[in-house]
């Protein structure tokens, strides 16, 4: 790799744990022949979730993800540009469903969802597509459910995604059970209807274990967070012994 290439890319790993600072826990029992590509991975997520659910504007996140879109066709052809591609492995992997997946979320986008079903459906064609690759990348034991990354997306969007034009996605029955418009949706804080939200979001995560460290960490800080959600506590981030245990049981679990 050359030095311009390892310094764009190291921008973009910084970004990532600046946003997903407990995948840091994660990357210490990640093997030292996979750390490339669990730093090129977690950047190349980063972007993609800040692409299709964090840019203010609506217009510029089409622009993006069509940027996306076209870059994945690249790729598939051997001609990446970014440095998070340029890094990926070259291995034989279906990029095109993945630009595909990223054009489904706008498309689904447009509605909002009338409960926690239809939300984490609306993401199923880019998580199943996502899921399919992280799993052969990474050479995964067993497939990954494509329902986990979904309800990553939709409690990642939390709670900055509340002050945006679709409110982080929560779906419209919640809205109705708790007579809260889309406008105090920012300012609940921990009111019940976060509860609620998660209560749904964990019940939707399936009991399969991940197939992949990376995703087997994501889902088990996902599942504490969701906790926290659940007993009150709001956003705070837990500690750092408490990230480093549920990224040893994810290495762990992965492990036998």
């Not at 310094?7 to 022949?33: D, N, T």
């Not at 996502?130 to 986990?148: R, T």
């Amino acid at each position: 790799m050359s030095e311009s290439l390892q310094e764009g890319l190291q921008h973009f790993v910084a970004k990532w744990y600046a946003r997903e600072p407990e995948m840091q826990f994660a990357e210490v029992f990640v093997p030292a022949s996979d750390k490339l590509l669990f730093h090129v991975w977690g950047a190349l997520l980063h972007e993609l979730k800040h692409t299709l659910f964090e840019l203010s504007d609506q217009h510029v996140t089409e622009i993006k993800t069509a940027w996306w879109a076209d870059e994945f066709q690249r790729l598939s052809n051997g001609q990446p540009r970014h440095p998070i591609t340029q890094a990926l492995p070259d291995v034989s992997v279906p990029w095109t469903s993945l630009a595909a997946g990223l054009f489904s979320v706008i498309e689904a986008s447009a509605i909002r969802a009338g409960n926690t079903e239809q939300a984490i459906s609306n993401l199923l064609p880019f998580a199943s597509a996502l899921v399919e690759i992280e799993d052969s990348l990474f050479d995964a034991k067993a497939a990954s459910p494509k329902e986990i990354f979904a309800v990553h997306c939709l409690l990642h969007r939390l709670p900055n995604g509340l002050s945006a034009e679709d409110q982080a996605g929560i779906p419209m029955h919640l809205m109705a059970r708790h007579s809260v418009s889309a406008a105090q949706l920012p300012n609940i804080g921990r009111n019940g209807l976060l509860r609620d939200w998660a209560a749904e979001l964990s019940s939707a995560l399936p009991d399969k274990t991940a197939g992949t460290l990376f995703r087997s960490a994501r889902t088990r800080f996902d599942r504490a967070r969701l906790k926290r959600l659940l007993a009150g506590k709001g956003f705070a981030a837990p500690s750092a012994p408490m990230n480093l245990w549920h990224a040893w049981r994810a290495a762990v679990t992965v492990s036998r």
